[in-house]
């Protein structure tokens, strides 16, 4: 039996490094209270979605591709919901919506913050049981006052003031930092409560995984290929060849590599010079992740979160993982910059 003396849960935890800041009202203690209720919601249909799809088989090609449509649709309605009800945050801007959701009521006009999200990152492996997760972003808004607006969403990553993701894997999972480290609870679904399980996590000294598409391989800049061929290099005192890993969901894809020790990459190509993945709700909340867990993340030349945005569903090319590794595909994308 596990003594309760030995958990955490995530409100004492953050209620505690609440303290090591004088001004806190605890606005940002109950964003992220909003954001792990909505995240137990999304957990719970999560986890039905797969019963339905193991005994409902047979009306796969129907029904399969307008569920995990409605999985997308679910978890970004239950975030806004969370979020507009705890009323800290005054506008969203969410990968399934095209514009701002400025919250005009007058409770959510006076809140602090703007969040950038991807409700359901990686949908298209639901129907295959596989990790899927979402991602956050947590920003101080610009405008004094009303409901939030584009202005407000389109910052910097260094302006982050939290950012995280959940990974709704073998066990669900809320990791986030707010710039002093990176901790990781996990949910015990007994009780449906986030228990601190991964404190201050940080990418381990040895590092041997890559991450990529190689189905794309033909598409990439060359600096991309070299690296693909270092990677596979046999120099058993580097550890490589290293070992391919590719889930195809952003969040565990991440989450395995920052564990385990690898690099992510999806790069830009000639077709799509900016990638895939998005800046706001995808590169740059794993960005401050990496970066306060000892690790780098670069669109292949410039910190990502540097990059002043925008548009808000603008993307970037990314590369994140432990510093060393980043580190020597940015060197050979500086060598071998041409398509
Ligand atoms: P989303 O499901 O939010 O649209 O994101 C999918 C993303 C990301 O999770 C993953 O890293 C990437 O798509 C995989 O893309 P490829 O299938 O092109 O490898
Ligand atoms: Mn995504
Ligand atoms: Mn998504």
């Known amino acids: 039996m596990r003594s309760r003396k030995n958990i955490k849960t995530l409100t004492e935890f953050i209620i505690e490094r609440q303290s090591e800041y004088p001004h806190a009202k605890g606005a940002l203690t109950r964003l992220l209270n909003d954001i792990a209720t909505a995240a137990k919601i999304v957990n719970r249909e999560i986890n039905s979605a797969g019963l339905v799809d193991i005994f409902g ?203 385990k020790g690898g690099i992510f990459i999806y790069p830009g190509t000639k077709q799509h010079p900016t990638g895939k993945l998005r800046l706001l709700y995808e590169c740059n909340p794993v960005a401050f992740i990496a970066e306060q867990a000892g690790g780098k993340a670069t669109d292949g030349f410039n910190r990502i979160m540097s990059i002043q945005p925008e548009s808000l569903h603008q993307r970037a090319p990314l590369f994140v993982g432990p510093k060393k590794m980043v580190e020597k595909a940015e060197e050979l994308m500086r060598d071998f910059s041409a398509f």
Do not use: W
């Open 57 to 259: 088989y047979v009306g796969k090609e129907n029904v399969q591709g307008e569920a995990q449509k409605k999985l997308d649709v679910y978890a970004n309605e239950q975030f806004i919901a969370a979020l507009q009800a705890g009323a800290e945050c005054c506008a969203i801007a969410s990968e399934e919506n095209e514009k701002v959701i400025s919250f005009k009521n007058e409770f959510s006009e006076l809140g602090k913050y703007v969040i950038a999200i991807d409700p359901l990152d990686g949908s298209s492996n639901i129907e295959a049981n596989v990790s899927i997760g979402t991602i956050f972003s947590i920003y101080r808004r610009k405008s004094e006052i009303g409901g939030g607006t584009l202005d407000d969403l389109l910052q910097p990553g260094v302006n982050l003031v939290a950012a995280g993701y959940v990974i709704y894997g073998s066990s669900t999972m809320l990791v986030f930092t707010t710039g002093k480290g990176v901790n990781g609870f996990t949910l015990d679904p007994t009780v449906g409560i986030f228990c601190l399980s991964h404190p201050d996590m940080k990418y381990p000294e040895v590092s041997n995984i890559y991450s990529i598409n190689e189905g794309n391989y033909i598409y990439f800049p060359e600096g991309v290929k070299k690296y693909i061929k270092f990677c596979q290099e046999d120099d058993p005192e580097t550890l490589r060849p290293y070992t391919s890993r590719y889930i195809g969901s952003l969040v565990a894809d991440f989450h395995r590599n920052l564990i």
